[in-house]
């Protein structure tokens, strides 16, 4: 089993910068970075796989978010600049076995944070 806790939510003013991170109690080949606001489908932000070392972004969020892995630390990091009012929602890490390339599919991911609310405003 993996635990998975996030920090660094806050609200904060458009244009500002937040950085999410996420204690583990270990990584596993794939990680990501989730979002959702209520009423809508968890969205993938971010992810890294291990192997070949692929970051994928999601393209409403490109240029301006950063995904990096600690792997000695078992923390994985979101560092998050010009934020916009529809950067607003729930940020979940999750860690899992295999995953595909691409977009970070949340039906793939094994295990789960609680979340950390961001809120831009």
């Known amino acids: 089993h993996v635990q998975l806790v996030e920090s660094g939510g806050d609200l904060v003013q458009p244009g500002g910068s937040l950085r999410l991170s996420c204690d583990a109690s270990r990584l596993l080949y794939c990680v990501g970075w989730f979002r959702q606001i209520p009423g809508a489908e968890r969205e993938g932000v971010a992810a890294?796989?291990?192997?070949?070392?692929?970051?994928h972004y999601a393209s409403s969020v490109k240029g301006r978010f950063t995904i990096t892995r600690d792997n000695a630390k078992n923390t994985l990091f979101l560092q998050m600049n010009s934020l916009r009012p529809e950067d607003t929602a729930m940020y979940y890490c999750a860690t899992t076995t295999s995953c595909s390339s691409g977009k970070p599919m949340s039906a793939e991911y094994i295990y789960w944070g609680q979340g950390t609310q961001v809120t831009v405003s």
């Open positions: 890294i796989r291990s192997g070949d070392r692929s970051i």
